[in-house]
Protein backbone atom coordinates (compact mmCIF):
# COMPACT_ATOMS: atom_id res chain seq x y z
CA UNK A 1 0.00 0.00 0.00
CA UNK A 2 2.88 2.82 0.97
CA UNK A 3 4.78 1.81 -2.12
CA UNK A 4 1.45 2.04 -4.27
CA UNK A 5 1.11 5.65 -2.79
CA UNK A 6 4.45 6.47 -3.47
CA UNK A 7 4.33 5.37 -6.87
CA UNK A 8 1.10 7.40 -7.52
CA UNK A 9 2.48 10.14 -5.77
CA UNK A 10 -0.55 10.77 -4.09
CA UNK A 11 -0.65 14.01 -2.12
CA UNK A 12 -3.85 13.62 -0.56
CA UNK A 13 -5.27 10.13 0.55
CA UNK A 14 -8.66 8.80 1.45
CA UNK A 15 -8.77 6.28 3.74
CA UNK A 16 -11.79 3.85 4.02
CA UNK A 17 -12.06 1.51 6.97
CA UNK A 18 -15.06 -1.70 8.32
CA UNK A 19 -16.10 -1.02 10.98
CA UNK A 20 -13.47 -3.79 12.15
CA UNK A 21 -10.46 -1.99 11.66
CA UNK A 22 -11.55 1.24 12.77
CA UNK A 23 -9.89 0.64 16.32
CA UNK A 24 -6.48 0.54 14.62
CA UNK A 25 -7.22 3.34 12.17
CA UNK A 26 -4.90 5.95 13.72
CA UNK A 27 -2.05 3.22 13.78
CA UNK A 28 -2.43 2.98 9.85
CA UNK A 29 -2.47 6.94 9.37
CA UNK A 30 0.41 7.16 11.39
CA UNK A 31 2.29 4.77 9.55
CA UNK A 32 1.18 5.96 5.91
CA UNK A 33 2.10 9.71 6.94
CA UNK A 34 5.06 8.74 7.86
CA UNK A 35 6.14 6.98 5.48
CA UNK A 36 5.13 8.84 2.69
CA UNK A 37 4.83 12.65 2.06
CA UNK A 38 0.85 12.34 1.58
CA UNK A 39 -1.22 13.62 4.12
CA UNK A 40 -4.35 10.87 5.26
CA UNK A 41 -8.36 11.45 6.15
CA UNK A 42 -10.63 9.31 7.56
CA UNK A 43 -13.98 8.03 5.81
CA UNK A 44 -16.81 8.20 8.89
CA UNK A 45 -19.64 6.85 7.10
CA UNK A 46 -20.21 3.41 5.88
CA UNK A 47 -18.15 0.98 4.71
CA UNK A 48 -20.50 -2.72 4.09
CA UNK A 49 -17.93 -3.86 1.41
CA UNK A 50 -16.00 -3.31 -1.80
CA UNK A 51 -19.82 -2.53 -3.09
CA UNK A 52 -19.52 0.81 -1.03
CA UNK A 53 -16.65 2.97 -1.98
CA UNK A 54 -16.84 6.89 -0.55
CA UNK A 55 -16.19 8.70 -3.79
CA UNK A 56 -18.33 11.64 -3.31
CA UNK A 57 -16.35 12.55 0.30
CA UNK A 58 -12.99 11.61 -1.70
CA UNK A 59 -14.49 14.48 -4.46
CA UNK A 60 -15.06 17.06 -2.01
CA UNK A 61 -12.01 16.55 -0.49
CA UNK A 62 -9.71 16.30 -3.39
CA UNK A 63 -7.92 13.29 -2.29
CA UNK A 64 -5.80 12.04 -5.42
CA UNK A 65 -6.80 8.22 -4.03
CA UNK A 66 -8.80 5.74 -2.30
CA UNK A 67 -7.15 3.42 -0.26
CA UNK A 68 -10.01 1.29 0.49
CA UNK A 69 -9.72 -1.63 3.45
CA UNK A 70 -10.97 -5.39 3.84
CA UNK A 71 -12.36 -6.13 0.50
CA UNK A 72 -11.82 -6.91 -2.86
CA UNK A 73 -12.53 -5.02 -6.19
CA UNK A 74 -16.19 -5.00 -6.94
CA UNK A 75 -16.49 -1.88 -9.57
CA UNK A 76 -14.11 0.15 -11.50
CA UNK A 77 -14.42 3.31 -11.19
CA UNK A 78 -12.73 5.39 -13.43
CA UNK A 79 -13.23 9.13 -12.04
CA UNK A 80 -11.39 7.92 -9.01
CA UNK A 81 -8.31 5.61 -8.24
CA UNK A 82 -8.90 3.20 -5.43
CA UNK A 83 -6.71 0.52 -3.73
CA UNK A 84 -7.73 -2.00 -2.22
CA UNK A 85 -6.16 -3.97 0.27
CA UNK A 86 -7.97 -7.23 1.86
CA UNK A 87 -7.34 -7.64 5.24
CA UNK A 88 -6.17 -11.75 5.92
CA UNK A 89 -6.88 -13.61 8.92
CA UNK A 90 -4.80 -17.18 9.34
CA UNK A 91 -7.49 -20.22 10.16
CA UNK A 92 -5.62 -23.32 12.43
CA UNK A 93 -6.33 -25.81 9.43
CA UNK A 94 -5.18 -28.44 11.34
CA UNK A 95 -7.46 -27.98 14.19
CA UNK A 96 -10.58 -27.00 12.06
CA UNK A 97 -10.38 -30.33 9.80
CA UNK A 98 -10.62 -32.19 12.97
CA UNK A 99 -13.39 -30.27 14.30
CA UNK A 100 -15.79 -30.44 11.17
CA UNK A 101 -14.70 -34.13 9.74
CA UNK A 102 -17.75 -35.90 12.12
CA UNK A 103 -20.36 -33.12 10.52
CA UNK A 104 -18.83 -34.20 6.62
CA UNK A 105 -19.09 -38.01 7.06
CA UNK A 106 -22.73 -38.85 5.38
CA UNK A 107 -22.27 -36.35 2.70
CA UNK A 108 -20.03 -37.50 -0.62
CA UNK A 109 -19.39 -33.78 -2.08
CA UNK A 110 -18.39 -30.79 -0.09
CA UNK A 111 -18.49 -27.31 -1.81
CA UNK A 112 -16.02 -25.53 0.38
CA UNK A 113 -16.79 -21.43 0.67
CA UNK A 114 -15.40 -18.51 2.97
CA UNK A 115 -14.96 -15.13 2.98
CA UNK A 116 -12.39 -12.83 1.46
CA UNK A 117 -10.61 -13.15 5.11
CA UNK A 118 -9.64 -16.62 4.47
CA UNK A 119 -9.67 -17.12 1.44
CA UNK A 120 -5.62 -17.45 1.02
CA UNK A 121 -6.02 -20.51 2.74
CA UNK A 122 -8.48 -22.32 0.75
CA UNK A 123 -5.55 -24.20 -1.10
CA UNK A 124 -4.61 -25.37 1.88
CA UNK A 125 -7.95 -26.41 3.55
CA UNK A 126 -9.12 -28.43 0.71
CA UNK A 127 -5.37 -30.42 0.43
CA UNK A 128 -6.03 -31.23 4.50
CA UNK A 129 -9.53 -31.94 3.81
CA UNK A 130 -8.52 -34.25 1.15
CA UNK A 131 -5.85 -35.91 3.15
CA UNK A 132 -8.67 -37.15 5.70
CA UNK A 133 -10.52 -38.80 2.86
CA UNK A 134 -13.13 -35.98 2.11
CA UNK A 135 -13.94 -34.74 -1.68
CA UNK A 136 -13.66 -31.49 -1.93
CA UNK A 137 -14.58 -29.37 -4.90
CA UNK A 138 -14.26 -25.27 -4.85
CA UNK A 139 -15.96 -22.79 -6.86
CA UNK A 140 -13.67 -20.75 -9.09
CA UNK A 141 -14.04 -16.81 -8.90
CA UNK A 142 -15.73 -14.70 -10.81
CA UNK A 143 -17.69 -11.47 -11.17
CA UNK A 144 -17.91 -9.65 -7.87
CA UNK A 145 -16.36 -12.71 -6.10
CA UNK A 146 -12.52 -13.08 -7.76
CA UNK A 147 -10.77 -15.51 -5.26
CA UNK A 148 -11.70 -19.20 -5.50
CA UNK A 149 -14.21 -20.04 -2.74
CA UNK A 150 -15.24 -16.13 -2.02
CA UNK A 151 -18.98 -15.77 -1.07
CA UNK A 152 -20.50 -12.18 -0.35
CA UNK A 153 -23.72 -10.74 1.48
CA UNK A 154 -24.96 -10.15 -2.34
CA UNK A 155 -22.78 -12.73 -4.48
CA UNK A 156 -22.93 -16.46 -4.28
CA UNK A 157 -21.46 -17.69 -7.60
CA UNK A 158 -18.73 -19.62 -6.60
CA UNK A 159 -21.39 -21.61 -4.40
CA UNK A 160 -24.20 -21.51 -7.15
CA UNK A 161 -21.64 -22.56 -9.71
CA UNK A 162 -21.01 -26.38 -7.91
CA UNK A 163 -24.42 -26.53 -6.30
CA UNK A 164 -25.82 -29.55 -8.91
CA UNK A 165 -22.06 -31.44 -7.88
CA UNK A 166 -21.93 -30.86 -4.25
CA UNK A 167 -24.17 -32.45 -1.69
CA UNK A 168 -23.43 -29.39 1.39
CA UNK A 169 -21.32 -26.64 1.42
CA UNK A 170 -18.49 -26.46 4.49
CA UNK A 171 -18.48 -22.29 4.96
CA UNK A 172 -15.45 -21.40 7.24
CA UNK A 173 -16.41 -17.89 8.89
CA UNK A 174 -18.23 -16.36 12.02
CA UNK A 175 -22.03 -15.76 11.90
CA UNK A 176 -24.69 -17.08 10.38
CA UNK A 177 -25.31 -14.18 7.91
CA UNK A 178 -22.95 -16.03 4.81
CA UNK A 179 -24.23 -19.59 5.09
CA UNK A 180 -27.96 -18.45 4.88
CA UNK A 181 -27.01 -17.01 1.66
CA UNK A 182 -25.71 -20.09 0.80
CA UNK A 183 -28.96 -21.79 1.60
CA UNK A 184 -31.00 -19.82 0.08
CA UNK A 185 -29.45 -19.37 -3.41
CA UNK A 186 -28.29 -23.16 -3.46
CA UNK A 187 -30.94 -24.97 -1.57
CA UNK A 188 -28.27 -27.35 -0.31
CA UNK A 189 -27.18 -27.25 3.60
CA UNK A 190 -24.52 -26.13 4.97
CA UNK A 191 -22.11 -26.80 7.94
CA UNK A 192 -20.77 -24.06 9.27
CA UNK A 193 -16.85 -24.04 11.04
CA UNK A 194 -16.50 -21.27 13.02
CA UNK A 195 -12.55 -20.34 13.47
CA UNK A 196 -12.90 -17.61 16.27
CA UNK A 197 -14.82 -19.82 18.74
CA UNK A 198 -14.16 -23.42 17.12
CA UNK A 199 -17.83 -23.94 17.07
CA UNK A 200 -19.76 -26.40 14.50
CA UNK A 201 -23.02 -25.69 13.49
CA UNK A 202 -25.34 -26.74 10.70
CA UNK A 203 -28.20 -24.74 8.41
CA UNK A 204 -30.33 -26.71 6.58
CA UNK A 205 -33.47 -25.75 4.16
CA UNK A 206 -35.62 -26.37 6.87
CA UNK A 207 -33.91 -23.77 9.24
CA UNK A 208 -35.13 -21.50 6.41
CA UNK A 209 -38.67 -22.31 6.35
CA UNK A 210 -39.50 -19.54 8.59
CA UNK A 211 -37.87 -16.90 6.39
CA UNK A 212 -39.43 -18.46 3.34
CA UNK A 213 -42.50 -18.14 5.26
CA UNK A 214 -42.13 -14.45 5.97
CA UNK A 215 -40.50 -13.75 2.51
CA UNK A 216 -44.27 -15.35 0.78
CA UNK A 217 -46.26 -13.46 3.38
CA UNK A 218 -44.55 -10.15 2.52
CA UNK A 219 -45.03 -10.75 -1.71
CA UNK A 220 -48.19 -11.93 -1.01
CA UNK A 221 -49.13 -8.47 0.65
CA UNK A 222 -47.52 -6.88 -2.14
CA UNK A 223 -50.08 -8.13 -4.62
CA UNK A 224 -52.61 -6.33 -3.36
CA UNK A 225 -51.20 -3.11 -2.34
CA UNK A 226 -51.66 -0.16 -4.25
CA UNK A 227 -48.38 2.26 -3.47
CA UNK A 228 -45.26 1.14 -3.73
CA UNK A 229 -41.41 3.33 -2.69
CA UNK A 230 -38.70 1.96 -4.67
CA UNK A 231 -35.19 2.81 -2.90
CA UNK A 232 -32.26 3.37 -4.70
CA UNK A 233 -29.07 3.50 -3.00
CA UNK A 234 -26.05 6.19 -4.37
CA UNK A 235 -23.66 3.60 -3.26
CA UNK A 236 -21.11 2.89 -6.76
CA UNK A 237 -21.73 -1.06 -6.24
CA UNK A 238 -25.17 -0.79 -4.90
CA UNK A 239 -26.63 1.73 -7.26
CA UNK A 240 -29.79 0.05 -9.60
CA UNK A 241 -31.21 3.11 -11.26
CA UNK A 242 -31.95 1.41 -14.40
CA UNK A 243 -33.57 -1.98 -12.94
CA UNK A 244 -35.51 0.79 -10.36
CA UNK A 245 -37.04 2.46 -13.33
CA UNK A 246 -37.66 -0.90 -15.35
CA UNK A 247 -39.71 -1.87 -12.19
CA UNK A 248 -41.56 1.25 -11.77
CA UNK A 249 -42.31 1.16 -14.97
CA UNK A 250 -44.07 -2.64 -14.41
CA UNK A 251 -45.67 -1.49 -11.49
CA UNK A 252 -47.19 1.27 -12.91
CA UNK A 253 -48.90 -0.70 -15.96
CA UNK A 254 -50.37 -2.79 -13.30
CA UNK A 255 -52.19 -0.08 -12.01
CA UNK A 256 -50.13 0.50 -9.49
CA UNK A 257 -48.52 3.74 -7.94
CA UNK A 258 -44.60 3.52 -7.59
CA UNK A 259 -42.18 6.37 -6.76
CA UNK A 260 -38.38 6.15 -6.70
CA UNK A 261 -36.34 7.57 -3.15
CA UNK A 262 -32.81 7.91 -3.71
CA UNK A 263 -30.62 7.72 -0.80
CA UNK A 264 -26.79 6.95 0.33
CA UNK A 265 -27.75 4.49 3.20
CA UNK A 266 -31.17 2.74 3.62
CA UNK A 267 -32.14 3.57 7.01
CA UNK A 268 -35.07 3.17 8.92
CA UNK A 269 -35.86 6.73 10.35
CA UNK A 270 -35.29 8.01 6.44
CA UNK A 271 -37.17 5.71 5.25
CA UNK A 272 -40.77 5.82 7.60
CA UNK A 273 -41.03 9.83 7.12
CA UNK A 274 -42.27 8.42 3.52
CA UNK A 275 -45.45 6.85 5.18
CA UNK A 276 -47.22 6.86 1.93
CA UNK A 277 -46.05 3.89 0.01
CA UNK A 278 -47.52 0.34 1.70
CA UNK A 279 -44.77 -1.72 0.21
CA UNK A 280 -41.04 -0.28 -0.12
CA UNK A 281 -38.90 -2.55 -3.03
CA UNK A 282 -35.00 -2.79 -1.77
CA UNK A 283 -32.68 -2.45 -5.40
CA UNK A 284 -29.57 -2.09 -3.19
CA UNK A 285 -27.91 -4.97 -1.41
CA UNK A 286 -30.44 -7.57 -1.96
CA UNK A 287 -29.36 -8.78 2.34
CA UNK A 288 -31.51 -5.18 3.23
CA UNK A 289 -34.49 -6.96 2.70
CA UNK A 290 -33.91 -10.14 3.80
CA UNK A 291 -32.28 -9.50 6.61
CA UNK A 292 -34.32 -6.66 7.44
CA UNK A 293 -33.53 -3.24 8.89
CA UNK A 294 -34.78 -2.60 12.58
CA UNK A 295 -37.44 0.07 12.48
CA UNK A 296 -38.81 0.06 9.53
CA UNK A 297 -42.56 -0.46 9.29
CA UNK A 298 -44.11 -1.79 6.38
CA UNK A 299 -43.12 -5.12 4.32
CA UNK A 300 -39.89 -4.50 2.04
CA UNK A 301 -39.16 -6.59 -1.29
CA UNK A 302 -35.84 -7.66 -3.53
CA UNK A 303 -36.23 -7.19 -6.74
CA UNK A 304 -36.69 -10.61 -7.75
CA UNK A 305 -39.41 -10.57 -5.34
CA UNK A 306 -40.80 -7.61 -7.00
CA UNK A 307 -40.85 -9.77 -10.01
CA UNK A 308 -42.64 -12.26 -8.58
CA UNK A 309 -45.24 -9.53 -7.72
CA UNK A 310 -45.41 -8.40 -11.44
CA UNK A 311 -45.82 -11.90 -12.69
CA UNK A 312 -42.17 -12.05 -14.67
CA UNK A 313 -40.70 -14.36 -12.61
CA UNK A 314 -42.55 -17.20 -10.11
CA UNK A 315 -41.86 -18.11 -6.67
CA UNK A 316 -40.71 -21.67 -7.43
CA UNK A 317 -37.86 -20.62 -9.87
CA UNK A 318 -36.47 -17.92 -6.50
CA UNK A 319 -36.72 -20.14 -3.95
CA UNK A 320 -33.27 -22.02 -3.03
CA UNK A 321 -32.13 -21.20 -6.88
CA UNK A 322 -29.88 -17.90 -7.19
CA UNK A 323 -31.89 -16.51 -4.84
CA UNK A 324 -29.06 -13.34 -3.94
CA UNK A 325 -27.95 -12.45 -7.73
Not at 75 to 86: A, D, F, G, R, T
Request: net charge negative; charged share 25%.
Amino acid sequence: MVSEIKKREADKVLLQLPDGMRPFAYQLVDAIEKSTEATVFLSGDSCYGACDIALTQAKQLDVDLIVHYGHTPMVKHPEMPVIYVHASIDVNVDKMVEEVLPSLSEYKVIGLTTTVQHTHQVDEMKRKLEEKGVNVLVGKGTGKTPLDGQILGCSYMTAINIMDKVDVYLYIGGGRFHPTGIVMSTGKPVIVANPYNGQISKISEDDLMDVAKRRVAAVTVARNAKKFGILVSSKPGQNNFEKAVELQKGLKEQGKEAVIIYMDEIKADHVNNYSEPEILVNTACPRIAIDGIDGIDRPMLTINETEVVLGTRTWESLWGNSYME
